[in-house]
């Protein structure tokens, strides 16, 4: 029915917009960030802080590298704009860590309200934040 509504009619190829491509040194400034902002976390753990945890973690920049999907995966667009494939299993180790992380830390949050004796997880999202420094500093490491 629209192929019919729409015959005859001319429709004109509108130009899209060049995509924004950052470069090689721009993406590694990004990583410089996450690495900085991701160092934090193991203290805020420590601390309980379950939510400052997780604004780091579903905030701008460091979300880019789990939590808006592959196009925006930081390390992902270091693999493509290096042409180096091996970038794109590390973003996904990345991204694994992070939401485990996130998954943890969320659980945590709901511990005191659930019944039963629940115990707060503080090695194991500490655990997925040092895979993911260390994933983030293999990476930043081969950018340099």
Do not use: H, M
């Not at 629209?2 to 190829?13: R, T």
């Not at 950052?22 to 193991?42: G, H, V, Y």
């Not at 996904?92 to 511990?111: K, R, W």
């Amino acid at each position: 029915a629209l192929a019919a509504a729409l015959s005859g009619v001319a429709v004109s190829a509108l130009p899209l917009p060049a995509l924004a491509v950052e470069s090689k040194a721009e993406l590694t400034e990004i990583l410089r960030k996450d690495r900085a902002l991701l160092a934090t976390l193991p203290g805020l753990l420590q601390a309980q802080e379950w939510e400052a945890v997780r604004q780091v973690l579903k905030a701008p920049p460091v979300n880019y590298l789990w939590n808006l999907g592959e196009s925006k995966n930081t390390v992902k667009k270091v693999g493509e704009v290096t042409d180096d494939a091996s970038y794109f299993d590390l973003a996904e180790e990345l991204s694994g860590a992070l939401q485990l992380c996130d998954q943890f830390t969320y659980d945590n949050v709901f511990i005191p309200f659930q019944p039963g004796n629940g115990k707060v997880k503080i090695k194991e999202p500490t655990e997925q934040v040092t895979t993911a420094i260390a994933t983030l500093d293999g990476v930043l490491k081969a950018l340099s």
